[in-house]
Every structure is written in C-alpha cells, then in structure tokens.
C-alpha cells in the first residue's frame, strides 16, 4: 500500500523568509504523480504544485519550488519569500493510477506566516 | 471555465436519516473522486468514477455509495447517519485520474 509521511505537523516562518515543509512517500510503483496541495483556513483544496516521478527536473511555480529526490522517496517544498497568504494547511499526495485511481494524501502540515 | 461545485454547502442532520450530496465537475472533466476529510483522519478517499463507471472504492462501509451520469455529475449519499460520519466532504474533477484534480469547496455534514 502506498503511504505519505508528513512529519512536520506544524511550521511557522516569518513574513518574507523561506520555508522548507517535507514529505516522504513509500511505494513499489516505477511512475507515478506527486503533488502539494494548500488549504487556506476555510477556504478550498487548490494546487501548489505538480511533479511527474519520470522527470528529473524539479518542479517550479514561481515562489514555489520542490526537492524530488526519487531514491529516497522524498518530496519537499520550499516556499521563497512567504507571505502571509500562505498560511495554510499544505497537504502532500501521491498517485499512481495504475488500478488505484485515487490520491493518496499526507496528514498535512500546517504553516503560518508571522508578519 | 467555471470551477468544481458542491452542494449543498453545510448540511445538518440527525443519526439514522441518509443524505445525497452533489457535485458538478469543470467542464470537459469526466474523472470525479470523493474525498472525506476529518481532524482525525485526514483526508480519506471514497470512491472515484469515471464515464457513470466506478473504478476505485475506499474504505468505507457500504452504507457510503455514489453514482455518476452521463454529463459527469455525481452524487454520493450516505445512509443510515452516524455522528462518525461528521466530516467535509470533497469532491474533485480530472480529465482522467492521473491528471491534475481540481477540488470543490466541500459540504460540512454534521450529523447530531
């Protein structure tokens, strides 16, 4: 079975300072999907960030920007110059379709921006 | 293009009764999945649905089920309500599973 690790329940950093969140995952898959979604305190699920396990080169969305290390199952996400809209709960996911068909969420990790 | 909607947006029910919640996907999307989420569970997957067929089913009790029609709609409905079953509900749309899913606001069921 395909498990995330998020061992960062909590983060906080300050406004405008950079931010790493880390996510593990376990799975026997050779392709497969990950992702970093954020939700804003009552607000909805939106994408951060995708990363296609067959490509080398990590993913970036401007501010936003991860660290796949394949062999070691790892996938963080580093925030650059944070900004109080970030505040949120950030979830890591993993998919891998196959007969799956489902993303497979992290516990979360939540981040608060101090001004 | 319009996002993925849910309704309704808060529910409130009473143990024993049964519930259908609703979701539209964005348009051209035919991959719905359900979602529910928990402060103590996280975010736990239902079942997902592609073209009115479901592929993939959770963890969940059969009293959770959930159909989706020919404009891929879906509804899911939960049964006989436990308090347990208090949780947000999300739905998401994908052109196909491995795409990008793109996420509802929820609807907030409290079950008293």
């Known amino acids: 079975a395909q498990t995330v690790t998020q061992s960062q329940p909590e983060m906080s950093v300050q406004e405008a300072e950079t931010v790493t969140l880390s996510c593990t995952y376990d799975t026997s898959e050779n392709n497969y999907y990950l992702f970093w979604y954020k939700q804003p305190p009552s607000r909805q699920m939106i994408l951060v960030i995708r990363?296609?396990?067959?490509?080398?080169q990590n993913a970036t969305e401007n501010r936003f920007s991860v660290n796949f290390q394949k062999a070691a199952k790892s996938f963080s996400l580093k925030i650059s110059d944070s900004q109080l809209g970030d505040t949120a709960m950030y979830f890591c996911?993993?998919?891998?379709?196959?007969?799956?068909?489902?993303?497979?969420f992290g516990k979360g990790t939540l981040l608060t921006v101090n001004p | 293009k319009a996002g993925v909607t849910q309704t309704p947006r808060y529910l409130i029910k009473t143990r024993g009764q049964q519930v259908t919640l609703s979701c539209s996907p964005i348009s051209g999307h035919r991959s719905v999945s359900w979602y529910q989420q928990t402060p103590g569970q996280g975010l736990q997957f239902l079942f997902e649905?592609?073209?009115?067929?479901?592929?993939n089913k959770g963890n969940f009790p059969g009293r959770f089920s959930g159909r989706q029609f020919s404009n891929s709609r879906s509804e899911m409905n939960v049964s006989t309500l436990e308090l347990g079953d208090s949780a947000l509900y999300l739905c998401?749309?994908?052109?196909?599973?491995?795409?990008?899913?793109?996420f509802g606001p929820g609807t907030r069921l409290l079950v008293l």
């Open positions: 996911a993993f998919n891998s379709g196959g007969s799956n068909y489902k993303l497979t």
């Open positions: 649905y592609f073209s009115e067929t479901q592929r």
């Open positions: 990363q296609e396990a067959y490509k080398q």
């Open positions: 998401a749309s994908s052109l196909d599973v491995l795409e990008t899913q793109y």
